[in-house]
């Protein structure tokens, strides 16, 4: 899904960040060769370096759909509601359905009509994700500013919002994975060789 790639981008960046500065200092510096091979991580190119444990912990972020890479900590929605009012609530609306921007809640049964609408509680396969995307990405204009707590409060608030879970419900790495999203089953796999499971079907033109 989306999550590999999105994690794919930070590592690349990385790469490509080193990538762009040492042929720089390569070239304004008169440094001798072996000393430049040491710094250098890619034996064809002859640039980057080897990210350091530190810098790799810092993008190694993501959580699949089982819930593994979700922090230690917990969160309710009660908690959430004081997160969401300061932290969310002018981009997504009091209830999470007035906008400005994107709609978190509500929808639920509109996929298969005329006017669908996409939402968390409507769309959404996994609990896991929205804890994935809020850590990362949200608030949109600080992303990766709340503490793992918050996170955690925050993701149980929109699922209160679209009746997934109760107020009290006390969301951690071990309950978070267990929660069942109303379209769990609404997606099928991508038949495509090189992204998913083989397809099971031929293609009608071949
Ligand atoms: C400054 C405005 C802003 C704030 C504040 C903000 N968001 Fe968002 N949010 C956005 C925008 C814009 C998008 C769409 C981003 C995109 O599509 O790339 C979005 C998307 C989302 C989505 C994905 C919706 C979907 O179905 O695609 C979730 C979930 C979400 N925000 C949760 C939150 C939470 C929780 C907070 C508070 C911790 C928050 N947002 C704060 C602007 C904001």
């Known amino acids: 899904m989306g999550i590999a790639l999105k994690l794919a981008?930070?590592?690349?960046?990385?790469?490509?960040g080193a990538a762009a500065h040492v042929p720089a200092l390569a070239a304004a510096t008169p440094v001798a060769q072996p000393f430049r091979?040491?710094?250098?991580?890619?034996?064809?190119?002859?640039?980057?370096?080897?990210?350091?444990p530190d810098e790799l912990k810092a993008i190694d972020i993501e959580v699949t759909p089982d819930g593994k890479g979700l922090r230690h900590?917990?969160?309710?929605?009660?908690?959430?509601?004081?997160?969401?009012?300061?932290?969310?609530e002018t981009c997504h609306g009091p209830t999470g359905k007035e906008g400005p921007q994107d709609v978190l809640a509500g929808g639920q049964g509109s996929l298969t009509t005329a006017r669908p609408q996409k939402t968390v509680g409507s769309y959404w396969p996994y609990a896991t994700t929205l804890w994935d995307y809020i850590n990362r990405a949200m608030p949109f204009d600080h992303p990766s500013t709340l503490t793992v707590d918050e996170v955690y409060a925050a993701t149980a608030y929109v699922l209160f919002l679209n009746g997934i879970v109760g107020e009290r419900d006390v969301l951690d790495e071990t309950t978070?994975?267990?929660?069942?999203?109303?379209?769990?089953?609404?997606?099928?796999?991508?038949?495509?060789?090189?992204?998913?499971?083989?397809?099971?079907?031929?293609?009608?033109?071949?």
């Open 9 to 16: 981008v930070p590592v690349a960046l990385v790469a490509f």
């Open 37 to 52: 091979a040491a710094l250098n991580q890619s034996p064809t190119y002859g640039v980057g370096r080897s990210p350091k």
């Open 73 to 88: 900590g917990s969160g309710t929605a009660a908690a959430g509601k004081d997160v969401y009012t300061r932290r969310c």
């Open 176 to 206: 978070l994975p267990q929660i069942k999203m109303p379209n769990r089953n609404g997606f099928v796999s991508d038949p495509r060789p090189d992204v998913g499971a083989p397809a099971k079907k031929k293609h009608p033109s071949s």
